[in-house]
């Protein structure tokens, strides 16, 4: 398929990295069958990428083609928003506009877009696999059919869900948006603790992932995760000796700072965004 001939994608994504991968991962699945997306995205090879893998449309900058679009995904750095809003509005149709910036409020978006059809969206990266998590929040204005229009589309990159304001959108930043990054940092400082122990690196990445998949799978049933770590917990035992060390370094403690730390640079990045 030639990926440059397409006229009216029903959804095009303004920025197609990390996120916006990861979002049409989740909506056209392993399909190749992104036909209907157009990706606007000026790192050559990343084009190249995304078409190959999941059959998308791609274009170097916005022109024409995206006026005609349904949807439109803002998929940038809350840093790069102005300009390319700039660049893209005068090629828009009233299209219903999603922002996934960090930090850029519905008010702010509603003023760089010059509509109302906006919805902010938080979403995470465990969308590439279908169990992303994300936040939504809207203007007063938005009818209940865009709202809808943003449910389902989100439906097909794992659970969604709405909340009041801004404030609440930079909170889910703070856990979920951020959230597999700590995940992921502590697997990391797990695999090598590991390797520390004499394991190979493949033989201690696997060690570690299956004790996190079966310890999720039984958080799942709903049991508080602070009785759940009690009942791992013997006394005087071996899980008690390593419990011990990471509250004497407070770990608990350092983790509140790096979740309230994310929270507040969302709240910096949209002022930073009106002052620009
Ligand atoms: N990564 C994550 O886990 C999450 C990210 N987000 C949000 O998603 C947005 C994108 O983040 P992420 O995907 O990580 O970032 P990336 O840097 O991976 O992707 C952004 C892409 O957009 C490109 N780009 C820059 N300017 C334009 C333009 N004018 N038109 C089209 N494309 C452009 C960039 O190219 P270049 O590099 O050349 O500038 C880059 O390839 C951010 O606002 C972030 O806050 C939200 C939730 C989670
Ligand atoms: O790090 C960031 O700013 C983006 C937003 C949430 C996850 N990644």
Redesign the pocket.
């Known amino acids: 398929m030639h990926t440059n001939d397409i006229i009216t994608p029903s959804i095009v994504f ?7 991968s990861a979002i049409i991962a989740g909506l056209v699945g392993t399909s190749n069958g992104g036909s209907h997306i157009l990706v ?4 050559e090879t ?1 084009r190249e990428l995304l078409s190959s893998r999941y059959g998308v449309h791609t274009s170097a ?2 022109n024409e083609r995206i006026g005609q679009a349904e949807i439109v995904v803002w ?4 840093q ?1 928003f102005r ?2 809003a700039a ?1 893209a509005l005068e090629h828009l149709g009233s299209a219903l506009h999603i922002s ?3 930090g850029i409020s519905v008010e702010a978006l509603c003023v760089l877009l010059q509509t109302h059809r906006v919805v902010r969206v ?4 465990s969308a590439l696999v279908g169990a992303g998590v994300s936040g939504m929040t809207a203007s007063k204005e938005l009818s209940h059919a865009d709202r809808a229009r943003v449910e389902a589309l989100l439906s097909a990159t794992g659970h969604s869900f709405w909340v009041d304001n801004d404030e609440r959108l930079d909170a889910v ?1 703070a856990v979920s ?2 959230g ?1 990054a700590y995940v992921f940092h502590f697997l990391e400082a797990f695999q090598s603790a590991t390797e520390a122990l004499g394991f190979s690196p493949d033989t201690a990445r696997e060690l570690v992932l299956l004790t996190a998949l079966g310890a999720l799978e039984q958080a799942k049933w709903g049991e508080a995760f602070g009785a759940l770590r009690a009942r791992v917990t013997s006394r005087k035992g071996t899980t008690e000796a390593a419990l011990s060390v990471l509250d004497a370094r407070a770990t608990p403690a350092a983790l509140a700072e790096a979740v309230k730390s994310a929270y507040l640079r969302a709240g910096e990045l949209s002022l930073e965004l009106s002052k620009s």
């Open positions: 303004i920025g197609g990295g990390q996120m916006a606007v995205e000026p790192i990343q900058e916005a998929a940038i750095k809350p790069m300009e390319a660049a996934i910036a960090a938080m979403p995470n990266t930043t948006g951020s597999p």
